[in-house]
């Protein structure tokens, strides 16, 4: 394998070992860069200098002999909803065109705290409205296992990166499943953590109750590394919750003897794709070999997760949303007047499925329909966590398919939203409840496209999903295999 195959956790053995210098690793990767994104269109901003000089930095710091940090040296990306100083931040939105933010946001402060070294910023869907990354007001991302088809979202660009080895690691968001989605599209790992684990604080926000910053990565190994950087309380984040975060890396012991495993029946109904089922099944027969206790459950609210989501996520889109007015970001449009300037600035600078998501959130928030829509939304997302409360009292993780499909192709869905809409229903649920999920390969279709298979756990309890995920991949390949993108 060349090094731009390798996880975090073998580059940092060659790096510490002064095998590769981290500068010989950058310069890998951005020439990897170049030769690939033309065709893959992961990035939205590729950030040569500052990741130069971030390597250099680390090589420094590995010269003096500090090897404190798995991530020194490692070369990362972040979706462009993280607020970076000095590089510009889109959201892949025109309406915030030209802005550069002056701070770095929390979680992007801690890799480079850890040493990371920044390649750039990836392509998503606008605003992380969107589950292929197709509303991307730039570009497209294809998916490096078949350039036909989409790499999920709104995540995608991040999920493709790391499949196609065009960054060791990458962060993502996820507010409806926009980590974990792309994560099974690209055939990667990818971990939501619980809500409160990771701060919020300089990123943009989508659905403030839902969103969450997880990493992507090529293994769980990689996963816990990268968790344990970025995680922690964070004061400047009022929703980060002060629980001390463990050694994850640690949790990976390979035993999962004895763990209770939950499989709902819901998850495994019609509309699933049998490729999927029959991968996923196995994936658990595999936790079963290993020692792991596997109970049939019911998650019998799950049929509802959509409509809830799709109600309270628009609800807080479109208040979060209010704030880009052409006034105090990107481009601001020419008018008569004050309210003119506002609505075109608007109408000029979303794109079409944020207009429609800040729309139906204005909606259901007005006088009238309140009550009908977003309250009993937040009822039905109260009902939703009880049955996972009620699950995960008798067990210690719920395994699901993370996606009901592969990949669909490019186009297929752009003009059907609510059939683009349905492609998150098996991953919902978990923000509403707020609890961690990580999904990992376990297969592929006939077509060569990654199945994903979607560990749930309880509240800050990702040690216990990353350690079955990671007996899982000693007994597979899955995680290894590589795109010929």
């Known amino acids: 394998m060349t090094v731009h195959d390798l996880t975090v956790h073998e580059l940092h053995d060659r790096l510490r070992g002064r095998e590769l210098s981290a500068v010989e690793l950058a310069e890998a990767l951005f020439d990897r860069i170049e030769a690939t994104d033309g065709t893959l269109g992961a990035y939205l901003a590729v950030c040569r200098d500052q990741g130069m000089e971030d390597a250099r930095r680390a090589d420094a710091r590995l010269a003096a002999g500090d090897v404190s940090s798995k991530l020194l040296g490692i070369p990362v990306a972040l979706k462009d909803v993280f607020l970076t100083e000095g590089v510009p931040t889109t959201c892949a939105s025109k309406i915030l065109g030209g802005f550069t933010p002056p701070y770095d946001g929390t979680a992007v402060r801690r890799l480079k705290e850890a040493g990371a070294v920044l390649l750039g910023k990836t392509n998503m869907d606008e605003f992380a409205m969107g589950s292929s990354t197709e509303n991307s007001s730039f570009s497209i991302t294809r998916n490096p296992w078949d350039l036909d088809h989409v790499p999920g979202g709104s995540s995608g660009g991040s999920a493709a990166a790391v499949a196609a080895g065009q960054c060791i690691a990458a962060l993502g968001t996820d507010t409806g499943g926009s980590i974990r989605q792309p994560a099974s599209f ?16 300089g990123v943009v926000a989508y659905a403030s109750s839902l969103d969450q910053v ?136 979303f794109g079409h499925e944020v207009k429609r998501r800040i729309m139906l959130g204005t909606y259901v928030l007005s006088a009238g329909y309140y009550d009908a829509y977003y309250l009993k939304a937040q009822k039905v997302r109260t009902l939703l966590k009880q049955d996972m409360e009620s699950v995960l009292s008798g067990c210690d993780a719920i395994v699901t398919p993370t996606c009901p499909t592969t990949a669909f192709k490019l186009d297929e869905l752009t003009h059907d939203p609510l059939q683009m809409y349905l492609s998150d229903i098996l991953t919902i649920s978990v923000n509403l409840a707020g609890l961690p999920a990580l999904s990992l390969p376990c297969g592929f279709d006939h077509a060569g496209l990654p199945i994903g298979m979607q560990v749930i756990g309880r509240p800050f309890d990702e040690a216990t999903i990353l350690r079955l995920g990671y007996a899982f991949e000693q007994a597979t390949d899955w995680h290894r295999r590589r795109p010929g993108t």
């Open 186 to 201: 690209c055939g990667v790992v990818g971990l939501k953590p619980t809500y409160g684990r990771v701060s919020r604080y």
């Open 214 to 349: 997880g990493p992507m990565t090529r293994d769980v190994t990689d996963c816990a590394l990268v968790l344990q950087a970025i995680a922690g309380h964070d004061p400047a984040d009022s929703t980060s919750v002060d629980v001390p975060a463990p050694d994850y890396a640690a949790a990976l012991t390979g035993g999962v003897k004895g763990l209770r495993i939950g499989v709902p029946r819901e998850y495994f109904a019609a509309g699933l794709q049998p490729e999927v089922e029959q991968a996923v099944r196995e994936g658990i027969g595999e936790m079963e070999k290993a020692g792991a206790v596997v109970t049939e459950v019911s998650l019998p609210r799950n049929d509802y997760a959509v409509a809830a989501y799709y109600v309270i996520a628009a609800a807080e889109a479109s208040s979060n949303l209010a704030r880009y007015d052409g006034m105090r970001y990107g481009p601001r449009a020419q008018a008569e007047d004050l309210t003119s300037t506002y609505m075109k600035s608007r109408a000029q600078g």
